[in-house]
């Protein structure tokens, strides 16, 4: 079973159609993870249920859990025999290599893949394999050639090499030749009408129309995106629900006519799959409003991830720089942000809807540099154009501080934690700032909740200890 499992998951985000009904073992993922859970809570050396985990943890979105659960196979395969390590290293590789392509880093990918056609030739090693290279920049592989990498193999399933041809002459058209400059509105139209197949084959429709959808939204071909993600939203089965919650939003690239376009989130507000744009701004929306600062990280770690996608797939992309140049910023990165914000500036220095973002950026990075006058600056510019967002407040009231302004200072800490009263950063900040004016029982209460809400925070403990003593005092 664990090979049936397997070979279907790894179809799943091929873009590859099932065209015959599928087998009691293509179960929807959440219900596989808990299976191999479950055996490997009795037995935590099964390689196979660690390799099917890792995949379906993949599809569901948890890309660094599928990447724990295939370190853990590999210590194992490591430890077994010669023939066994070799008939386990071309699953393990190819789960690995869709990681990689998933995370946008296509020759890792090819690699990846190169070594699973190695030990395990099949339809999917090799179909990761050919996609991986066509979305190369160095195309030295002419696109015949990925005919012969599609050639029917032993493993079961429906053979899909017409749809995998065009699917992989779509992603090479797409990064060779920009929105449709030789590609018509017809080609990419025929090419999602490829054997077409019964309305039961619900795991194959899902991922290919939500493909497709990749393709026509970063080409910007608004209309012939909503009908892919709507084609995909209506093959998914009951199960899909228990992992994944279909939400709609427009992207700031669309007219403000168009439809907003479908996306799916996991069940713990993660990235699965869906209008990539679409699902970075609503990130970066829940990242800003996010009423935890862990809550915070993590929105941010999503929206690196779908903005990088964003920008691995996406003709000419704009907004997607700032929002990763944002998400660096949340989880520390100060070197990545910086780097993405020259980026932002550049592409989006004519769009008045992005000048207030900018400025809260560089007044991040100001404050991070102890540059407190042009921080304040920047700053005061973001929220006099209406960002209303905790974070800005919360660097804003950091940066009056710093420049004199208490006054000023307890108004922004207190608007940061009007938006987000379980933020540990204002909190600790607005203490901070009543233990400096001498209101030691205001400061200790902020102080206190602080280090509720940042258990780990060494710096807020010191702070509480240092107020418990004025106040003795």
Request: aromatic share 8%.
């Amino acid at each position: 079973m664990s090979r049936t499992i397997r070979t279907i998951l790894i179809l799943l985000l091929s873009g590859s159609l099932i065209t015959t009904a599928l087998p009691a073992a293509a179960l929807p993922p959440d219900r596989i993870a808990a299976q191999m859970s479950q055996t490997l809570a009795a037995n935590p050396n099964v390689v196979e249920a660690w390799i099917d985990l890792a995949e379906a943890q993949r599809v569901m979105g948890y890309q660094e859990r599928a990447r724990t659960s295939l370190a853990r196979a590999a210590e194992l395969i490591k430890a077994l025999p010669v023939e066994e390590r070799r008939r386990l290293a071309g699953s393990y590789h190819t789960v690995m290599a869709w990681l990689e392509y998933d995370a946008t880093d296509w020759q890792a990918a090819a690699e990846q893949a190169s070594m699973a056609v190695r030990y395990g030739p099949s339809r999917e090693s090799r179909l990761v394999q050919a996609l991986a290279i066509a979305a190369m920049p160095d195309h030295g592989t002419p696109l015949r050639e990925y005919y012969s990498y599609l050639k029917p193999y032993e493993d079961p399933g429906p053979d899909n090499r017409l749809r995998n041809f065009y699917w992989i002459s779509l992603v090479r058209g797409h990064h060779e030749s920009g929105p449709f400059d030789r590609w018509t509105r017809g080609d990419l139209h025929s090419f999602t009408h490829v054997g077409k197949q019964p309305a039961a084959a619900c795991w194959g429709e899902l991922p290919c129309r939500r493909d497709y959808g990749y393709v026509y939204e970063a080409n910007r071909e608004w209309d012939l995106a909503v009908t892919s993600y709507e084609r995909s939203a209506a093959a998914c089965d009951d199960g899909l629900e228990a992992w994944a919650t279909r939400l709609e939003r427009r992207s700031p690239l669309q007219p403000a006519s168009a439809a907003p376009l479908p996306f799916w989130t996991n069940a713990d507000g993660g990235y699965v799959t869906g209008s990539l744009l679409a699902y970075a701004d609503h990130a970066c929306e829940r990242m800003m409003a996010a009423e935890a600062d862990t809550e915070r990280t993590l929105w941010a770690s999503h929206l690196a991830l779908g903005a990088t996608r964003a920008l691995a797939v996406s003709i000419d992309p704009t907004w997607p720089w700032l929002w990763r140049a944002l998400a660096w910023q949340t989880t520390g990165d100060a070197q990545a942000a910086a780097r993405d914000l020259v980026q932002a500036e550049d592409v989006l220095a004519d769009d008045a809807r992005a000048r207030p973002w900018l400025d809260f950026a560089h007044g991040h990075a100001e404050l991070l540099k102890e540059r407190f006058g042009p921080a304040r600056t920047r700053l005061e510019a973001a929220v006099a154009a209406g960002l209303d967002a905790a974070p800005c407040w919360a660097d804003l009231g950091l940066a009056r501080a710093m420049n004199g302004d208490r006054s000023g200072a307890r108004l922004a800490f207190d608007r940061a934690l009007a938006l987000t009263p379980r933020s540990a950063v204002a909190l600790h900040n607005r203490g901070m700032l009543s233990l400096q004016e001498g209101d030691t029982p205001t400061a200790l209460a902020d102080l206190r909740r602080a280090a509720e809400l940042a258990p780990h925070d060494e710096q807020v403990g010191r702070d509480v200890q240092k107020a418990a003593l004025m106040a003795r005092e």
